[in-house]
């Protein structure tokens, strides 16, 4: 069927299609031509929006219909878990990747989702460095944490361990651990001044949001291995992250600036969730925001945290520059420096 | 399409796929927002559909359990969550009517015509008389009969147009025909319903 042939075809069904009384294999073609047609699309759109209100006068569900279905819901697929504000993105992450995880086939585990990890060790190793935070939260941690055991030492130890398992088993032990931290963390005495060490120590917060910053990451890796939509963090999520990335930006670049480094760069970042950062080139100094920068530097908050965690091509990434432009093509190409490895 | 209902639309567009993200990201009180939004839509369509109150309510849970469950499925793109919503209940519940049609006939003696539907109500107490969705069954009512007939015959009975067809003893081409001038002409009743609201604001 040509294009025309096929657009006149859906024309002449597309109120049927609306009202739902076309055959399964009709509506196929109609939902196809759809994605191809902005001018059936719209109709189409017009015309559910009508049938919407085709039921006529609305009628309350039974009382306590809420109550069973929230029950069922929980059972179906378990919520973000509850948790300390703080650690609520981290949270919100793991429900997010695990919806995705959930609707992976076994051959989609097997897929190479970053570097020369699988969709499968992607998992193990998230569980990993979650499990140096579960242990110095004083959580059981399976298999138990070696005194002095680095990320890297983890991320292999947990590897080996969890490449002798099923997948689905994978799966559930990070997700357990994950809520057994996020539940322990409700009413924490000290999350100001506790620490966990990962690769360096973190107070609880800054542990916390680099733990939602790596599962968002990996999630998004395993999301474009496997083909399946990405969806960036909630804004409110996403914030806390920028400013992780932008608290730790000094120390990271400085040795791969040129000096001097009496400077500092003004990091605007755009799109809900974004704000502005004035970044230090030296890790020792502190600015006020009232220091004038040598550059401003303008980009999307997401691309930003994905350019921080080494998903993009600094010379490509879309950035707007006020300033000493040989600054700002240094620091970007900085930024990915930061990323954790892998 | 005027600037002002565009804002409108954009807005909608935006406020819907923040809620389908919350969704995404676990957080139980968006399904409760979600519920509270939508279930009256959704049990609407669905006891007007499958006229037993137990099947509406079974319906409604599979809606939006399956919401839950994939909330990537709601694309903001092609339309309102709202639209989506209906469209899944209705989808369900003419399912549901369709297997039950080969153990019983249903009559269709007049009892799930607009006009009767929002006078009597055999499975639930009415909660809004002022909504929309009153409006555009007066609307409805108000079509020419040829048009309003195979609307209703399709949406509440959820019978195919091939159905539609027989029943009217019309050809397919003039039952798909009808089906969609009838929705047109509502569609511009409802344009007019959705800018009296703004000018009310």
Same mark, same amino acid.
């Given at each position: 069927?040509?294009?025309?042939?096929?657009?006149?075809?859906?024309?002449?069904?597309?109120?049927?299609?609306?009202?739902?009384?076309?055959?399964?294999?009709?509506?196929?073609?109609?939902?196809?031509?759809?994605?191809?047609?902005?001018?059936?699309?719209?109709?189409?759109?017009?015309?559910?929006?009508?049938?919407?209100?085709?039921?006529?006068?609305?009628?309350?569900?039974?009382?306590?219909?809420?109550?069973?279905?929230?029950?069922?819901?929980?059972?179906?697929?378990?919520?973000?878990?509850?948790?300390?504000?703080?650690?609520?993105?981290?949270?919100?992450?793991?429900?997010?990747?695990?919806?995705?995880?959930?609707?992976?086939?076994?051959?989609?585990?097997?897929?190479?989702?970053?570097?020369?990890?699988?969709?499968?060790?992607?998992?193990?190793?998230?569980?990993?460095?979650?499990?140096?935070?579960?242990?110095?939260?004083?959580?059981?941690?399976?298999?138990?944490?070696?005194?002095?055991?680095?990320?890297?030492?983890?991320?292999?130890?947990?590897?080996?361990?969890?490449?002798?398992?099923?997948?689905?088993?994978?799966?559930?032990?990070?997700?357990?651990?994950?809520?057994?931290?996020?539940?322990?963390?409700?009413?924490?005495?000290?999350?100001?001044?506790?620490?966990?060490?990962?690769?360096?120590?973190?107070?609880?917060?800054?542990?916390?949001?680099?733990?939602?910053?790596?599962?968002?990451?990996?999630?998004?890796?395993?999301?474009?291995?496997?083909?399946?939509?990405?969806?960036?963090?909630?804004?409110?999520?996403?914030?806390?992250?920028?400013?992780?990335?932008?608290?730790?930006?000094?120390?990271?670049?400085?040795?791969?600036?040129?000096?001097?480094?009496?400077?500092?760069?003004?990091?605007?970042?755009?799109?809900?969730?974004?704000?502005?950062?004035?970044?230090?080139?030296?890790?020792?100094?502190?600015?006020?925001?009232?220091?004038?920068?040598?550059?401003?530097?303008?980009?999307?908050?997401?691309?930003?945290?994905?350019?921080?965690?080494?998903?993009?091509?600094?010379?490509?990434?879309?950035?707007?520059?006020?300033?000493?432009?040989?600054?700002?093509?240094?620091?970007?190409?900085?930024?990915?420096?930061?990323?954790?490895?892998? | 399409?005027?600037?002002?209902?565009?804002?409108?639309?954009?807005?909608?567009?935006?406020?819907?796929?923040?809620?389908?993200?919350?969704?995404?990201?676990?957080?139980?009180?968006?399904?409760?927002?979600?519920?509270?939004?939508?279930?009256?839509?959704?049990?609407?369509?669905?006891?007007?559909?499958?006229?037993?109150?137990?099947?509406?309510?079974?319906?409604?849970?599979?809606?939006?359990?399956?919401?839950?469950?994939?909330?990537?499925?709601?694309?903001?793109?092609?339309?309102?969550?709202?639209?989506?919503?209906?469209?899944?209940?209705?989808?369900?519940?003419?399912?549901?009517?369709?297997?039950?049609?080969?153990?019983?006939?249903?009559?269709?003696?007049?009892?799930?015509?607009?006009?009767?539907?929002?006078?009597?109500?055999?499975?639930?107490?009415?909660?809004?008389?002022?909504?929309?969705?009153?409006?555009? +069954? %007066? $609307?409805?009512?108000? &079509?020419? #009969?040829? !048009?309003? @007939?195979?609307?209703?015959?399709?949406?509440?009975?959820?019978?195919?147009?091939?159905?539609?067809?027989?029943?009217?003893?019309?050809?397919? +081409? %003039? $039952?798909?025909?009808? &089906?969609? #001038?009838? !929705?047109? @002409?509502?569609?511009?009743?409802?344009?007019?319903?959705?800018?009296?609201?703004?000018?009310?604001?």
């Amino acid at each position: 069927m040509t294009d025309t042939e096929s657009h006149e075809a859906v024309v002449d069904l597309i109120g049927a299609w609306a009202l739902d009384a076309c055959s399964p294999e009709e509506e196929k073609f109609v939902e196809a031509h759809l994605s191809t047609c902005p001018a059936c699309a719209r109709e189409a759109r017009e015309l559910r929006e009508v049938a919407a209100d085709l039921g006529g006068a609305y009628l309350a569900p039974p009382a306590g219909s809420l109550g069973r279905l929230r029950a069922d819901a929980r059972d179906r697929r378990r919520p973000a878990t509850t948790t300390a504000a703080y650690a609520a993105p981290y949270a919100a992450q793991v429900a997010a990747l695990d919806l995705l995880l959930s609707d992976l086939a076994a051959e989609d585990w097997q897929l190479t989702a970053y570097g020369d990890l699988t969709v499968h060790d992607l998992i193990a190793h998230l569980a990993a460095t979650d499990g140096l935070v579960a242990d110095g939260l004083g959580l059981p941690v399976q298999p138990p944490v070696e005194p002095s055991e680095n990320v890297a030492a983890r991320t292999t130890a947990v590897l080996r361990f969890e490449r002798g398992r099923p997948a689905e088993q994978t799966r559930r032990s990070w997700r357990a651990q994950a809520d057994a931290v996020c539940r322990s963390l409700v009413g924490h005495p000290s999350p100001g001044t506790a620490t966990v060490a990962l690769g360096r120590p973190l107070s609880l917060p800054d542990a916390l949001a680099a733990r939602a910053f790596e599962t968002w990451i990996h999630g998004e890796d395993i999301a474009a291995a496997t083909g399946r939509p990405v969806v960036p963090p909630l804004p409110e999520h996403l914030h806390p992250l920028a400013d992780i990335a932008a608290r730790v930006l000094p120390r990271v670049i400085s040795r791969r600036i040129t000096p001097p480094h009496n400077r500092s760069v003004r990091l605007h970042l755009t799109g809900a969730g974004g704000g502005t950062w004035t970044v230090p080139l030296d890790p020792a100094a502190t600015v006020s925001a009232a220091i004038r920068p040598a550059v401003v530097v303008t980009l999307d908050v997401v691309e930003f945290c994905r350019l921080a965690a080494n998903r993009r091509d600094p010379a490509r990434i879309a950035v707007e520059v006020r300033g000493d432009t040989t600054l700002a093509r240094e620091f970007l190409a900085a930024v990915p420096a930061m990323a954790p490895v892998p | 399409m005027s600037a002002l209902s565009q804002q409108c639309f954009t807005d909608a567009a935006r406020d819907d796929a923040r809620l389908r993200d919350r969704l995404v990201f676990g957080d139980e009180t968006a399904f409760i927002d979600l519920y509270e939004r939508y279930s009256s839509l959704v049990y609407t369509i669905a006891a007007r559909v499958t006229c037993d109150r137990r099947a509406a309510e079974d319906v409604t849970q599979e809606v939006f359990l399956a919401v839950w469950q994939s909330p990537l499925a709601f694309d903001p793109a092609r339309g309102s969550l709202r639209g989506w919503m209906a469209m899944m209940a209705h989808r369900r519940a003419v399912d549901l009517t369709r297997r039950e049609e080969a153990h019983r006939r249903r009559s269709r003696d007049g009892r799930l015509y607009a006009g009767a539907v929002s006078r009597g109500d055999p499975v639930g107490d009415q909660v809004s008389d002022a909504d929309a969705a009153e409006r555009v +069954g %007066t $609307a409805l009512q108000a &079509l020419p #009969e040829h !048009l309003s @007939r195979a609307i209703t015959l399709a949406y509440l009975e959820g019978l195919t147009y091939r159905q539609v067809a027989t029943v009217l003893g019309v050809p397919e +081409g %003039t $039952a798909k025909s009808r &089906l969609r #001038e009838g !929705l047109r @002409r509502l569609a511009v009743e409802l344009r007019g319903i959705h800018a009296d609201d703004e000018e009310g604001k």
